[in-house]
């Protein structure tokens, strides 16, 4: 069984972060090694007065614990960070990874042209230099634009948008960089990825579905690390990823005791397991 470890805060309430990650990779049939980063009363993303404890102090000590235990690692996947030092202690351990172990950076930090509660453009400059460490990045187009100083757009953009940002990425020295959240068309949604090594572009869509929920992203990344680690192609990957996305809007929309702050992924876990 491939073993990932995710690195990301907890969220007690509001289902992001390990909260997803962890159930969704578990299902998946991958071993889910986890790291909290920090952990929150609720995630950033509208609630009010929530608490943060920041769990740096116990980074490097748990790191240390796990060499001396010899325990090693498929994929190292990172999510939302809560600090610059967070920043650089992630950058340290994917330096020193075996060289076996891949590298997945999701730079959880703003959507919707704007960054998320607590950070800086300049925060958004350091996630980069982690990037550049990573096999396979995973920003949308918001972290992206942030990331390398591009100008967000919204809508209404075109090809020649999104494979420049891509292939910025790629000229820092990230092999496979992906970009969520992309619409060529009013009507449809999805991600587009750079594979740097056979200089091709890749792109799938489903259809838009008019609503915002928190959380999406973390259950993207999740689901496309889990898949890789299943012996998928990354584009199959990707695609799963997107689908599962689409299953679990797809089912909150109509539940009238729907929540804003997450998606009803719990529901969708037989779809997501179906399909492997
Ligand atoms: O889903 C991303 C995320 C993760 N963790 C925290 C957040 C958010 C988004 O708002 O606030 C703490």
Not at 46 to 53: D, Q, V, W
Not at 234 to 259: F, Q
């Amino acid at each position: 069984m491939k073993r990932v470890v995710t690195i990301q805060d907890i969220s007690c309430f509001g289902k992001c972060s390990l909260t997803v990650a962890l159930p969704v990779i578990s299902a998946m049939g991958v071993e889910a090694t986890i790291l909290p980063t920090a952990v929150l009363s609720t995630h950033t993303g509208g609630f009010k007065n929530f608490t943060f404890r920041d769990l740096s102090e116990d980074i490097t000590k748990i790191f240390d614990h796990w060499k001396s235990e010899n325990i090693e690692f498929d994929a190292i996947y990172t999510g939302y960070l809560g600090s610059f030092e967070q920043i650089d202690l992630m950058k340290d351990f994917i330096c020193k990874k075996p060289k076996k172990t891949l590298a997945f950076v999701d730079p959880a930090m703003a959507d919707n042209g704007k960054l998320y509660t607590g950070f800086t453009p300049e925060f958004a400059h350091h996630m980069l230099t982690l990037c550049k460490k990573a096999d396979i990045i995973v920003p949308n187009i918001t972290e992206a634009s942030f990331m390398l100083d591009v100008p967000y757009i919204e809508e209404g953009y075109d090809k020649a948008y999104v494979e420049d940002i891509l292939k910025k990425f790629a000229d820092l020295g990230i092999k496979t960089p992906v970009l969520t959240g992309v619409s060529l068309e009013p009507d449809k949604l999805g991600v587009a990825m750079y594979d740097s090594e056979k200089d091709e572009f890749f792109y799938y869509f489903n259809e838009k579905i008019d609503a915002k929920f928190h959380g999406t992203g973390d259950i993207f990344s999740s689901v496309a690390i889990g898949g890789i680690m299943r012996g998928m192609d990354i584009k199959e990957a990707l695609k799963l990823a997107a689908d599962y996305v689409v299953e679990c809007i797809k089912v909150t929309m109509p539940d009238k005791d729907r929540h804003w702050y997450g998606v009803e992924f719990e529901k969708t876990i037989p779809y997501l397991v179906n399909r492997l």
